[in-house]
């Protein structure tokens, strides 16, 4: 008898995939509310470590300030965790299958992986319907009408990054959704 049970270890990935999931999303789902509450009430919480003096403080507007910056960071990162590691998990053997969950996963996991891309195919859209594409930094507006050489930089821009963005989850996703027992 081994002392590592290698095959049980193996046998169990998907398992520990999905407590990960779970434990990153249930981190997202605290900082969330958390990091919208400290920024709603800054106005209330701000004066008051204000009226504080040296070290006190300087220790207030540290802490205030790292909370403020780590609070939407666990958010995404949890939240993008958890979109990975769950997916991972349905692709990885667990003592008990959930078929609906895992659809459910996959599904949620498609949409994260393809959004960026999806965005830059609205944004192509939206330009050549309002013969305008904007770029928010720096603020500038193309119109097809008074710059139209811009303006098809603009859009081959977005086709470009579209493409790409489509391409990277595609390589992700590809062996995954094209392996006989895929979901």
Same mark, same amino acid.
């Given at each position: 008898?081994?002392?590592?049970?290698?095959?049980?270890?193996?046998?169990?990935?998907?398992?520990?995939?999905?407590?990960?999931?779970?434990?990153?999303?249930?981190?997202?789902?605290?900082?969330?509310?958390?990091?919208?509450?400290?920024?709603?009430?800054?106005?209330?919480?701000?004066?008051?470590?204000?009226?504080?003096?040296?070290?006190?403080?300087?220790?207030?507007?540290?802490?205030?300030?790292?909370?403020?910056?780590?609070?939407?960071?666990?958010?995404?990162?949890?939240?993008?965790?958890?979109?990975?590691?769950?997916?991972?998990?349905?692709?990885?053997?667990?003592?008990?299958?959930?078929?609906?969950?895992?659809?459910?996963?996959?599904?949620?996991?498609?949409?994260?992986?393809?959004? =960026?891309?999806?965005?830059?195919?609205?944004?192509?859209?939206?330009?050549?319907?309002?013969?305008?594409?904007?770029?928010?930094?720096? =603020?500038?507006?193309?119109?097809?009408?008074?710059?139209?050489?811009?303006?098809?930089?603009?859009?081959?821009?977005?086709?470009?990054?579209?493409?790409?963005?489509?391409?990277?989850?595609?390589?992700?996703?590809?062996?995954?959704?094209?392996?006989?027992?895929?979901?």
């Amino acid at each position: 008898m081994p002392l590592i049970p290698q095959a049980q270890d193996a046998a169990l990935a998907g398992d520990a995939s999905r407590r990960r999931a779970s434990i990153c999303l249930l981190l997202s789902l605290l900082a969330t509310p958390a990091s919208t509450w400290l920024f709603l009430n800054l106005d209330m919480i701000w004066p008051q470590i204000m009226q504080l003096e040296g070290a006190s403080f300087m220790l207030g507007a540290t802490v205030l300030g790292t909370v403020l910056a780590l609070t939407p960071l666990v958010a995404g990162l949890g939240f993008l965790l958890a979109v990975w590691y769950g997916v991972e998990s349905v692709y990885l053997p667990r003592r008990s299958p959930s078929p609906l969950i895992d659809k459910v996963i996959v599904a949620g996991g498609l949409l994260v992986w393809f959004s =960026p891309a999806l965005a830059a195919a609205a944004s192509i859209v939206m330009g050549l319907v309002q013969g305008r594409v904007h770029f928010t930094r720096p =603020p500038r507006d193309y119109f097809l009408a008074t710059d139209p050489i811009a303006f098809w930089e603009g859009i081959g821009f977005w086709l470009i990054m579209g493409t790409l963005f489509g391409l990277l989850a595609w390589r992700y996703w590809r062996n995954k959704l094209l392996k006989k027992e895929a979901v």
